[in-house]
C-alpha cells in the first residue's frame, strides 16, 4: 500500500476479528446423489463442478479463507489441479481450517443460507451444520444454516442448480 502524502510505503496491520464473505453457485446436471453442506442427499440429479460441486461447503470456505485475508478458494484449491477433481467439499473446507492454527487464528462462527428450489433442504439442515461444524472444529451453536427458495424466481428457482452465501468470523487463538 502507497501512503498518500508521498512519504513511501504505509504499512497496515490487519486486525481481528476478520470477516469474510463466501457465494457459490453451482447448476445441476452430475448424475445423483446431491452433495450439499457435506452430506449426501438422495436426489436423482447432483451438481456440476470440478470437485463434488459442493456449493455450500464452497461458501463457507471462501468466507473463512476472506476472514483470514487469505485469498479464495480458487487459489488454493484451483480447478485447473487435477488433485481436486471429485473431491470431497468437506475436506477442502477441513484443509482451509488447518491453514489457520500457524497463523495464531480460529474460525469463531459462522452463517450460511443456502438457495435452492429442490430438493427440499429443511429435513437436512442439522445434519449440514453437524458435519460442517465438525470440519470447521466449531462449538455447538457457532455455525447458523439457512434454507430458503427462491419462490420460482430466476435460474435457481427454476430448479437449474443451487447457490450459498457465507459470512464467517476468524478471530486471534487464546490460550485456554
Known amino acids: 500500500m502507497v501512503d498518500a502524502t508521498g512519504g513511501g510505503a504505509l504499512v497496515v496491520e490487519r486486525r481481528h476479528p476478520g470477516i469474510g464473505l463466501g457465494f457459490d453457485v453451482h447448476r445441476f446436471g452430475a448424475p445423483g446423489p446431491l452433495r450439499l453442506g457435506g452430506i449426501v442427499i438422495d436426489h436423482p440429479v447432483g451438481l456440476l463442478g470440478h470437485s463434488d460441486a459442493d456449493a455450500l461447503c464452497h461458501a463457507v470456505a471462501d468466507a473463512v479463507l476472506g476472514a483470514a485475508g487469505l485469498g479464495d478458494l480458487g487459489e488454493h484449491f484451483p480447478s485447473s489441479d487435477e488433485r481436486w477433481r471429485g473431491a470431497s467439499s468437506l475436506r477442502i473446507l477441513e484443509l482451509v481450517a488447518a491453514?489457520?492454527?500457524?497463523?495464531?487464528?480460529?474460525?469463531?462462527?459462522?452463517?450460511?443460507?443456502?438457495?435452492?428450489?429442490?430438493?427440499?433442504?429443511?429435513?437436512?439442515?442439522?445434519?449440514?451444520?453437524?458435519?460442517?461444524?465438525?470440519?470447521?472444529?466449531?462449538?455447538?451453536?457457532a455455525l447458523s444454516i439457512k434454507v430458503k427458495s427462491s419462490d420460482g424466481f430466476g435460474i435457481i428457482g427454476g430448479t437449474e442448480g443451487v447457490a450459498a452465501l457465507a459470512v464467517a468470523t476468524v478471530v486471534r487463538e487464546t490460550a485456554s
Request: net charge neutral; hydrophobic share 55%.
Open 99 to 141: 491453514l489457520l492454527p500457524p497463523l495464531g487464528l480460529v474460525v469463531a462462527g459462522a452463517d450460511a443460507t443456502v438457495v435452492a428450489e429442490q430438493p427440499r433442504l429443511a429435513p437436512h439442515r442439522s445434519a449440514m451444520i453437524l458435519a460442517i461444524r465438525t470440519a470447521l472444529s466449531l462449538p455447538e451453536g
